[in-house]
């Protein structure tokens, strides 16, 4: 199994993209090689950065394309939803104008199927409008997406960082790969904790969850390669390894 979670926090477009196409090229933002997607774009919520690449996604505009997106129900038809950020003034043409390859759908809470993977989105604390985490398998390599994440929304938990609930911990039960938010430090967390994202102790959420391993994901803007390195080299002691994930990285699965 192959999946690609573009996870750039510049070129912002973080979601977690199913083909059922398996790639034997090279690792990198290219892994498509000029040919056309044809498969489905999760969306796990619409804040910028998690939506606004979708029309420089170059595969996704090619000739033969199909590019079928998904997001959070939310009670408004999701292609206008999509507009309200992708459209004039803002932009020059609306979700719908990327092609007649292109299709915008909204799904509840719950277990789903796309592309012969199976699918499971519970809603997660985050701020800002509804928010899914998507754990994903093909019946042999299964991966929790959960780039932004509030807990301590929940409450501060034993560790200062949020509560451990129910949802994360069901999502990334045993996964060979948990890709997760770490945009702050625990030390940054009572200052910026109210932006809704996580801390990388989420090493700890990996430990409970017994996940195989750890992409430490959506990284603060501001931090350094450098002390990202750092982060990643603090918890190397830790039980579930952990890495860095950086746009472009393909991750492939057992
Ligand atoms: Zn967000």
Redesign the pocket.
């Known amino acids: 199994m192959q999946l690609r979670g573009a996870v750039d926090r510049c070129r912002a477009a973080s979601a977690a993209k199913i083909s059922p196409h398996r790639s034997k090229h090279a690792p990198g933002p290219l892994a498509l090689r000029g040919r056309a997607f044809r498969g489905t774009l999760l969306l796990t919520?619409l804040?910028w950065d998690?939506t606004h690449g979708m029309p420089f996604f170059r595969s996704g505009t090619l000739p033969g394309n199909r590019v079928d997106v998904y997001l959070p129900e939310q009670g408004v038809d999701p292609e206008e939803l999509l507009a309200r950020a992708i459209s004039p003034p803002h932009f020059p043409i609306r979700p719908k104008q990327l092609g007649d390859g292109w299709t915008f759908n909204a799904i509840e809470p719950g277990h789903h199927e796309f592309e012969g993977f199976s699918v499971d989105a519970p809603e997660i604390p985050?701020k800002g409008g509804r928010t899914f985490g998507y754990r994903i398998s093909d019946g042999s390599g299964t991966l929790a997406y959960l780039p932004?994440h509030n807990p301590i929304s929940l409450g501060p938990g034993r560790d200062g960082t949020g509560v451990y609930h129910d949802a994360p911990i069901t999502l990334s039960k045993d996964v060979d790969r948990l890709v997760h938010d770490s945009q702050h430090t625990a030390a940054e967390l009572p200052r910026l904790g109210f932006l809704?994202h996580s801390a990388v102790d989420a090493v700890a959420l990996a430990r409970r969850a017994n996940a195989r391993q750890l992409a430490l994901s959506h990284h603060d803007p501001w931090r350094t390669d450098a002390e990202i390195d750092d982060l990643v080299a603090q918890h190397a002691a830790a039980p579930v390894r952990g890495f860095a994930a950086r746009g472009g990285m393909v991750v492939d699965l057992p």
């Open positions: 919520h804040h998690h985050h932004d809704g």
